[in-house]
């Protein structure tokens, strides 16, 4: 151990000569410590929110979605879904018609996204397990019971919807009702006509059931089958405006998105999760962002405090500085000392706020300790420990102390 490393222990750790100036001293290691366990708290607590919002977006996005880079809509024939079956790890496809649709009931109304889907697209997302009223059920053989007069008596099947519980409050429904919804969807190729009839296809459906995701999701969309969807939409049978993809557990979805991207040329593009939801990956990261800089002030005020602390230490040994010269040492070697003791109280300081910071997040992670009531999707705060945010927390504390340990020993006035 070099002479300036035992001596910064000594000052350190000394139970001798407690002065107000070793007081000050361990409030600083205690100031580092709480800046470092609100870091990892707060970003751990942050990346347990973040989880549990993508989460429900995955409920209904997929992993991948090919759209048509122009235009609406384009035909997903055999050849096609070969193509895209060949990608190394594609588990499941599906097939989407989407469209806005005005839809009205009795005097209420809504424009919605309608997203037509066949049988695969809840294996692929999920979203038969986000329904909170009634059941998933988009198509059934109709009975042999009387029709209404709204429906047309060469159909055999019984179409219904599922939607968000917003739109399910903008249409004023109660309860999962017998009566149908109407489905406007302009025609395609032409212009607005003098009547609804003219100018919209209809189509009706009866409400089976309504999902609670997340309040963008839930205000604008409603799912129906998918050949619904294309007869109100004028398409053919392959016709679809994207393609939903799943893949196998531990895939690798950047490949296969690069993959796809080179397969279908510049026609296609391939979306992951992030670029279908683009605005609340950007949100979402620019928020941590602004976290991390607003407690990274905290750790600058604690270093500010351990530069004070560090200060007076300095003009408290005097006499020990003196001596050290005496026996020779340089200037830059009684520097050193103090550097170092300012060192020590930086990384044993963000050692124990990490330690704290650690057991909070697993007691609260293991336990739920801290509600967020009944209404909220999850009971317990949501935690989530990184170990990106302890190397982050680590050297961000460490770093800022360094420059301002550096600036005060360098600055000290040594005889």
């Known amino acids: 151990m070099k002479l300036e490393s035992f001596i910064a222990l000594r000052y350190l750790f000394t139970r001798k000569n407690k002065s107000i100036i070793n007081i000050i001293s361990w409030i600083s290691l205690v100031g580092l410590s709480v800046a470092s366990t609100a870091l990892i708290v707060v970003l751990s607590v942050y990346n347990g929110i973040g989880s549990v919002t993508q989460k429900l977006f995955n409920a209904f996005d997929p992993q991948l979605m090919i759209e048509k880079n122009e235009g609406k809509c384009f035909h997903a024939d055999s050849s096609f879904i070969v193509k895209v079956k060949s990608v190394d790890g594609v588990k499941t496809i599906s097939c989407i018609a989407e469209e806005n649709a005005w839809i009205t009931y009795r005097q209420n109304q809504a424009i919605v996204h309608l997203r037509g889907v066949d049988s695969n697209y809840p294996a692929i997302t999920g979203i038969d397990t986000m329904i909170v009223d009634g059941e998933y059920a988009l198509r059934a053989q109709r009975p042999n019971s009387p029709m209404s007069e709204n429906e047309n008596p060469e159909n055999s099947v019984i179409d219904y919807a599922i939607m968000g519980a917003l ?42 059931g309504t999902f609670y995701i997340q309040q963008d999701i839930d205000s604008k969309y409603m799912l129906a089958d998918i050949d619904f969807v294309r007869t109100l939409l004028d398409y053919s049978d392959n016709e679809c405006s994207s393609i939903a993809i799943d893949f196998m557990p531990k895939s690798d979805i950047t490949k296969a998105k690069k993959e796809l991207q080179q397969l279908l040329g510049n026609g296609f593009i391939v979306k992951d999760r992030y670029d279908q939801q683009p605005l609340y990956f950007k949100i979402y990261r620019s928020e941590r962002l602004g976290i991390i800089l607003i407690l990274s ?43 170092g003791e ?25 336990f739920g300790i801290i509600k967020m009531g009944n209404n909220f999707v999850v009971n317990a705060f949501p935690v989530e420990m990184h170990l990106s945010d302890f190397l982050l927390t680590f050297v961000l504390v460490m770093l800022l102390s360094t420059i301002a340990v550096w600036f005060t020993s360098r600055r000290a006035k040594i005889a």
């Open 167 to 208: 739109v399910y409050d903008q249409l004023g429904l109660r309860s999962l009702t017998s009566e149908p919804l109407s489905v406007h969807i302009p025609k395609r190729g032409k212009g607005i006509g003098i009547s609804i009839d003219d100018a919209f296809n209809t189509g009706y459906l009866y409400p089976s």
């Open 297 to 339: 002030l905290i750790a600058i005020i604690s270093t500010l405090n351990l530069t004070a602390s560090l200060s007076l230490l300095i003009i408290d040994k005097k006499h020990d500085i003196s001596t050290m010269r005496s026996f020779g040492m340089e200037r830059r070697s009684v520097r050193n000392v103090f550097f």
């Open 342 to 366: 300012g060192m020590l109280i930086s990384a044993v300081g963000v050692t124990i706020g990490l330690l704290i910071g650690f057991a909070i997040c697993f007691v609260q992670q293991t």
